[in-house]
């Protein structure tokens, strides 16, 4: 078991490019999300989903959009890169469900530099 | 809307002793807690996940409390150690997750 991956692992983008990042889970996770961890602000949701074919905003949707087309695979997107959007990215998964049982498991991160 | 907060964001202790920290969070209609560790640089591991249902769970030196009436969560360190220090992160899962913003530990040597 890989667990979650993410590629790439770094990136440096010039304002206005686009790009899109790769989060990948092997444990047949329905669950899986995007967060941002900026300097004295935490992990902020992005944008989720809830299986495959399914996506829903978090608390900081706007600038990025997600695909769910294979449920091992959720992508994030960047349109029109800006300075703001500097910031390392975390990819999440769990299980499923209402259960309280499941545990939600993290990628290693992408730092991401908007110049 | 559910907002987690977590106090210290940063401690420092010697060696060797036991420690508390803190997380409250606003709404107790929460499926679970989790506490998670990171190191610099790195991503996030879990440490210990205490359901609804649960007052507390324990991994080793960790212990980790559950007061869903009271809105509040703590983790306890035991016979802290320098490879303990690290940030670590609450978390209360509603239909999403939401992070505390983290409390900063160094375990001086």
């Known amino acids: 078991n890989a667990g979650v991956t993410q590629t790439p692992k770094f990136r440096v983008l010039k304002t206005g490019q686009s790009m899109t990042l790769l989060c990948a889970q092997d444990?047949?996770?329905?669950?899986m999300y995007w967060y941002r961890q900026d300097p004295g602000m935490g992990l902020r949701l992005i944008h989720y989903?809830?299986?495959?074919?399914?996506?829903a905003k978090g608390e900081v949707p706007d600038g990025y959009n997600v695909s769910r087309l294979k449920k091992q695979n959720f992508l994030l997107g960047l349109e029109s890169a800006a300075p703001s959007q500097t910031s390392v990215y975390f990819c999440?998964?769990?299980?499923?469900?209402?259960?309280?049982?499941?545990?939600?498991?993290f990628g290693p991160g992408t730092r991401l530099t908007v110049l | 809307k559910q907002e987690v907060t977590q106090i210290p964001a940063a401690l420092s202790v010697p060696e060797g002793e036991n420690l508390v920290l803190n997380c409250s969070f606003t709404?107790?209609?929460?499926?679970?807690l989790q506490w998670f560790r990171q190191d610099p640089g790195k991503g996030l591991t879990s440490l210990l996940l205490?359901?609804?249902?649960?007052r507390e769970q324990t991994s080793g030196r960790l212990n980790a409390s559950l007061d869903k009436s009271s809105g509040r969560s703590t983790l306890y360190i035991a016979a802290s150690q320098p490879g303990d220090s690290a940030t670590y992160l609450c978390?209360?899962?509603?239909?999403?997750?939401?992070f505390g913003k983290g409390t900063r530990l160094h375990i001086l040597p």
């Open positions: 999440a998964s769990r299980l499923s469900g209402t259960s309280g049982t499941d545990t939600q498991y």
């Open positions: 444990m047949n996770h329905e669950y």
């Open positions: 989903s809830v299986g495959e074919g399914t996506t």
């Open positions: 709404d107790s209609a929460i499926y679970n």
């Open positions: 205490i359901q609804s249902s649960q």
């Open positions: 978390a209360v899962r509603d239909d999403k997750i939401i």
